[in-house]
């Protein structure tokens, strides 16, 4: 609990500084964390980043990340939209499974695109809610790690129910609605200083909806290092584990935001 106290703090300390200034600075550190997140996906797999079809792979990511406002540059530069670049990608990795002789088969080609997808889709909305204004992205944020903190300490406190064993044994039915709880109280209060909405009523029906979809990003997670038998998708942050395992929840709570804001 010491290291993961630690690494928080000092992530933290790196991290929300950046979030504050947004723009570039923010831009280059998202596609790094996305980056890494793309190589722990492929290890899990034993697919090397540092391959061919690792980078096409790596550059059909960084196109899905790209922000609204650089993506006329590219369609403009290249004479393709960004959906037509990944579609080459598709088609590149797949000639590969034939280059290859099925060395590289077509369940790898797969799994690096749906990879990209996975990893690039929520980052990219990341990047695309921060444009909304520093109180959304830290509301999103703050609905997650308060989720993740109520489901952990009230599950150990009186979780009994198995939420879902075959994929994460340690989570309980008490933990999940004490991250929902957790959540609720936590909007509560943030609306007070941080109003993100005029509707408290639309904002709890959010909130609501945003914790349990980010507990359901963290069992996806789960089911794919049960699948490929791996503790966690990485190490770079002691204590916590790799990048896919510090933004699993928010790489599906952010999707949900941005068009609940779009729509709202």
Do not use: C
Request: proline fraction near 3%.
């Amino acid at each position: 609990m010491k290291q993961r106290i630690i690494t928080a703090i000092v992530a933290f300390g790196i991290f929300i500084p950046i979030i504050f200034l947004g723009g570039l600075p923010l831009t280059l550190t998202i596609y790094a964390i996305a980056s890494i997140g793309l190589f722990e996906m492929l290890r899990m797999k034993k697919l090397q980043l540092a391959s061919i079809e690792g980078v096409i792979g790596l550059l059909a990511l960084w196109i899905v990340l790209l922000p609204s406002e650089y993506v006329e540059r590219l369609e403009s530069l290249t004479s393709l939209t960004s959906i037509q670049l990944v579609f080459i990608a598709v088609f590149l990795l797949l000639i590969a499974t034939v280059v290859s002789k099925n060395r590289f088969t077509f369940d790898d080609a797969a799994f690096i695109m749906m990879s990209v997808l996975y990893v690039g889709i929520g980052f990219h909305y990341f990047l695309e809610t921060r444009t909304f204004g520093v109180a959304f992205i830290f509301y999103a944020l703050l609905i997650v790690w308060t989720t993740d903190s109520g489901a952990y300490f009230i599950g150990r406190k009186i979780g009994r129910r198995k939420l879902w064993p075959e994929i994460s044994p340690n989570k309980t039915v008490e933990g999940f609605w004490g991250g929902v709880l957790s959540a609720v109280v936590f909007l509560f209060v943030y609306q007070q200083f941080f109003p993100v909405t005029d509707s408290l009523f639309v904002l709890l029906g959010v909130t609501l909806v945003a914790s349990m979809f980010g507990q359901l990003g963290d069992l996806v997670e789960s089911a794919l290092k049960r699948h490929y038998n791996v503790k966690d998708s990485g190490r770079l942050l002691p204590g916590h584990g790799g990048v896919m395992d510090r933004f699993d929840s928010l790489l599906f709570v952010l999707p949900l935001l941005h068009f609940v804001h779009l729509i709202g």
